[in-house]
């Protein structure tokens, strides 16, 4: 079986769009809010015992 | 890439016996050959603290003006050896070490040997040329070698001629680059180099504890930016505006934003995602990590030489791969201390802005793992509603990249045994030396062979350009600047210790 190629893998997402889900916004917001909320603590953190 | 990119685990029920008899065994993988051959050098090296001089014969290569006198033993215990004799002894350890791995990952012996022999002898020649003085030489020691100018570069610019000629060999000499291909191995090479290191970086934990405590700390803290912040905007870009697949989303966003192509193998994996995704984003990752360490080490000695940790960690945040992070912290070291010298008199001690790089990156790598178990997760049970299928804790372990626990243990070695013995200490440090020597060499070859498998031609026949769109706006959009924002917030005002005397 040949390998495809990445310019026809291209192709075919443009025509087969994949919406994001729900659950993949859940992902990416709660992701990020976790990531800000504990890089604010983090940087306090190392303040103090610095 | 073939041989940059490690296979995907397979999912696939074992092997029947009779059909497992037939196929061939599975080497060993290059995490463990790298932790094996990295903990061999480094034991051989600790023979002086038994009075035993192992490694002193290893060649070393010093700034130089006139080329007869460049090379030595490392050891005085040797300064009768040939320097030439010292370069081939240097070559043959190598070879045979290094053979011996090959044959434990199954790689064609003969192939590899002759391969090694070229990629040795290109990646020395490269590392020579970087020594000479007009390329390398630091203002403090114009006088002392009778020049009146100098390029400033130190001899780590070696690196940068070694990824020019391997990048020349990739794009220029197919036939050179196939030739070379069993041992164009920059994974293998960066990875023993790091088990390495870690004896090296202990020695100076030993000598400055609480800054080690301190720099381990804020490196931890920098996995938080990779995971949490990276992650979900690059995944987000790619998928909202560049219309990629999820299966093309997720190893992207791994690869640009984690630790490149490890990452982004993990959770192809973990996703499922078939194997020319992984090997596609990876390519592009190696790509992208030479263009940042060409330029991002000068960019940090230009602005950041009154900030040397930032500088570090900056390189262990952005630049994509354990080589090439690990490498350029390696170049930035060399770069800003003697910027630092040369503008404010300052002498820094040599060896910690890397230190900050390598820790950053190390834990970074710890968790790959534990992400691609979370991804695996969630695409399982939320996004792909696979049912009876079970995400096990072990993936975590099969994920975990092995080289760590050769740098951990080196690290920690030289820590206790020079915390147990001070007596010990100098002698310890004279091991280490000894051991960097390799560390150098497995470096530079690291470099060529990036250079080599860095295919830039090939890729945009590929039909790369929409997936290296993503990375070039996540990564000079945001990647390298949040990654400089984060490193200043944990290490500005840290300074490495300055050279006494």
Known sequence: ?50 | MATLVEAPVKHAPPSPPETAAQAPPPGMSEDWLAVCIGLFVFVLSLGLLFGKDILGWAVTTSVWTVPAKALAPASKNYSGLSPFVSLLGTFVFLLVILSIGAKALRADLKRFAAGFTVVFALSYLCWFIGSWAYVAATPDKRQALKIGWSLNLTNESGFIIALLAGLVVGNFLPGVSRFLKEATRPELYIKTAIVILGGFLGIAALEQRALATSVMFRGACAIVEAYLIYWPIVYFVSRRYFGFSREWAAPLASGISICGVSAAIATGSAIKARPIVPIMVSSLVVIFAVVELIFLPFLAQHFLYGQPMVAGAWMGLAVKTDGAAVASGAITDSLIRAKALAVTGIAYQSGWIMGVSTTVKVFIDIFIGVWAFILAWVWSAKIEHRQGEKVRAVQIWQRFPKFILGYVATFFIVLALGAALPALVPKIKASMAQANVFRALFFVMTFFAIGILSNFRKLWQEGIAKLAAVYVLCLFGYIIWIGLFISWLFFHGVLPPVVKG
Do not use: C, D, H
Not at chain 1, 12 to 17: A, D, I, L, R
């Open chain 1, 1 to 50: 079986m040949t390998e495809p190629r990445l310019s026809e893998e291209i192709r075919k997402m443009e025509s087969e769009y994949e919406p994001l889900l729900p659950v993949e916004r859940k992902l990416i917001w709660y992701t990020f809010g976790v990531g800000v909320v504990l890089l604010v603590l983090l940087v306090m953190v190392s303040r103090a015992f610095a």
